[in-house]
């Protein structure tokens, strides 16, 4: 069998994708928390920040750092 999705994650650079998906996030902070009421546009808000925002959660909620692990009988 030929894993080659395996293979390309390997490749990959987590360094610098940690580095981007950061800045992304400060980005899109800075946008949401210094709208004022009269620059709030809720395209961008519904296009940009709560699709991102979305896909964070599902993100936190599939991956699980140092869970609790499951034994039978205690």
Request: glycine share 8%.
């Amino acid at each position: 069998m030929n894993y080659k999705n395996i293979e390309t994650v390997k490749r990959l650079d987590f360094d610098h994708l940690d580095m981007l998906v950061s800045e992304r996030i400060g980005a899109l902070r800075q946008l949401a928390q210094g709208m004022t009421e009269r620059q709030v546009n809720d395209d961008i808000c519904r296009d940009l920040i709560l699709p991102c925002v979305y896909t964070l959660t599902q993100f936190l909620e599939s991956v699980q750092i140092g869970g609790e692990e499951k034994t039978n009988g205690g």
